[in-house]
């Protein structure tokens, strides 16, 4: 887990934030997704990757991301347009606490793959712990 600080281009006018690929973020983007609308009491994801790299940037709104590395778990608060939460493949992700008004923006370095997936914890956990052992 990392962040990534975007620059705030702000003037009179307000706020402008740029993402470049390989310069403001390590991958190139394929793929851009967002969530919103999200419903009270909704936690999704729920899932972690074989090979995808993705930035979230909760552009407006906030909303809370849980990451578990197989030994490890973490609960990230995310609500600034200017930052964005790195996450590699092999992290089992869950976002929750979406408040009403919360776009979380999603930027992916491959396209949607459903066989990327790995949807079952304790395949993940098997999963994570071969990847340790070679
Ligand atoms: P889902 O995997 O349930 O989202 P989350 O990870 O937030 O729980 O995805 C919801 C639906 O959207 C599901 O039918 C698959 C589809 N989808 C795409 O078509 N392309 C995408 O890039 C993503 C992320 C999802």
Redesign the pocket.
């Known amino acids: 887990m990392q962040f990534y600080k975007f620059i705030p281009h702000g003037d009179e006018r307000g706020q402008l934030v740029a993402i470049e690929a390989l310069k403001d973020i390590p991958f190139e983007v394929k793929?851009v997704?967002y969530?919103y609308d999200t419903k009270e009491g909704v936690r999704?994801?729920?899932?972690a990757h074989k090979n995808l790299e993705q930035i979230l940037v909760c552009v407006h709104g906030s909303c809370k991301i849980h990451l578990d590395n197989g030994t490890q778990t973490e609960e990230v608060f995310l609500n600034k347009p200017d930052e964005g939460l790195y996450i590699t493949s092999d992290t089992w992700r869950e976002?929750y606490d979406f408040s009403p008004d919360a776009v979380l923006l999603?930027l992916?370095s491959e396209h949607?793959n459903e066989s990327d997936?790995i949807r079952n914890y304790d395949e993940f956990l098997k999963y994570v712990g071969e990847s340790k052992n070679g």
């Open positions: 793929r997704y969530i999704r994801g729920f899932h976002m999603v992916a949607y997936y």
